[in-house]
């Protein structure tokens, strides 16, 4: 099938509120435009000069949204035009968005990244550490940053059972500081596990190889 024709069978399935990230990281721009061109409009990349050198080219109504971990002295090429970061693990971060934000009078919608999976190699903050940020005065001064909601990857295993605790625990997580924290999205769920990510309560999933093929790094 298409890109054209994944995403349109992508958008007729999708329940109501549930946000589609169309994930694009390695693929080029003519094939990002088809996705456009079918009416997509919310973007993820994982590397911050990749997606910047993408929206030089794309149409100004893109809603980019940065997937991946983020490097700090690279957040100044992002803050003129990225929406959403999804994983931020430290306040450390947060500040350093906040303040390339505020240069250009934005505010950019930020994700705590949850480690979920039992993998060592997937990033995110452990929940303690994350109520503790929520709680910091510090954060609430922050005015050119809002903390949205929660993100989370689970082990890629063929294990369905355990990818559906690890999503049910982070929704808990999430249901339990949703009101306090004016929580909106939860971002789980990607090619091989967003149907059970959409069952176990997602708002936003992250798909790329489904809708564009496999990547070839080269
Ligand atoms: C690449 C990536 C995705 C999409 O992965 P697919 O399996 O191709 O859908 C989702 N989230 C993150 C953080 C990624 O890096």
Redesign the pocket.
């Given at each position: 099938m298409s890109i054209s024709e994944n995403i349109k069978e992508f958008k007729t399935g999708l329940p109501d509120g549930i946000t589609l990230v169309a994930?694009t990281?390695t693929k080029p721009v003519s094939e990002i435009m088809e996705a456009y061109e079918t009416g997509q409009r919310v973007f993820g990349e994982?590397k911050i000069q990749e997606m910047e050198a993408k929206w030089r080219k794309m149409p100004e109504d893109v809603e980019w949204h940065m997937?991946?971990h983020v490097q700090r002295n690279k957040v100044k090429y992002m803050a003129e035009f990225v929406s959403v970061v999804h994983?931020v693990d430290s306040l450390k971060l947060l500040k350093e968005i906040n303040k390339q934000a505020a240069k250009h009078q934005r505010v950019i919608h930020c994700m705590l990244q949850l480690k979920i999976a039992s993998e060592e190699t997937k990033f995110g903050m452990h929940e303690e550490d994350a109520k503790a940020l929520l709680n910091s005065e510090e954060l609430k001064a922050l005015e050119n940053i809002k903390v949205v909601g929660l993100m989370g990857?689970a082990t890629f295993t063929d294990d369905e059972e355990q990818i559906r605790g690890e999503f049910q625990r982070l929704k808990n997580l999430y249901d339990s500081l949703k009101e306090r924290y004016n929580f909106s999205e939860l971002s789980m769920g990607?090619?091989?596990d967003y149907k059970i990510a959409i069952a176990e309560g997602s708002t936003m999933i992250?798909?790329?190889?489904?809708i564009f093929g496999a990547r070839n790094y080269g």
């Amino acid at each position: 099938m298409s890109i054209s024709e994944n995403i349109k069978e992508f958008k007729t399935g999708l329940p109501d509120g549930i946000t589609l990230v169309a994930v694009t990281k390695t693929k080029p721009v003519s094939e990002i435009m088809e996705a456009y061109e079918t009416g997509q409009r919310v973007f993820g990349e994982n590397k911050i000069q990749e997606m910047e050198a993408k929206w030089r080219k794309m149409p100004e109504d893109v809603e980019w949204h940065m997937i991946g971990h983020v490097q700090r002295n690279k957040v100044k090429y992002m803050a003129e035009f990225v929406s959403v970061v999804h994983a931020v693990d430290s306040l450390k971060l947060l500040k350093e968005i906040n303040k390339q934000a505020a240069k250009h009078q934005r505010v950019i919608h930020c994700m705590l990244q949850l480690k979920i999976a039992s993998e060592e190699t997937k990033f995110g903050m452990h929940e303690e550490d994350a109520k503790a940020l929520l709680n910091s005065e510090e954060l609430k001064a922050l005015e050119n940053i809002k903390v949205v909601g929660l993100m989370g990857m689970a082990t890629f295993t063929d294990d369905e059972e355990q990818i559906r605790g690890e999503f049910q625990r982070l929704k808990n997580l999430y249901d339990s500081l949703k009101e306090r924290y004016n929580f909106s999205e939860l971002s789980m769920g990607m090619s091989g596990d967003y149907k059970i990510a959409i069952a176990e309560g997602s708002t936003m999933i992250r798909v790329g190889s489904a809708i564009f093929g496999a990547r070839n790094y080269g």
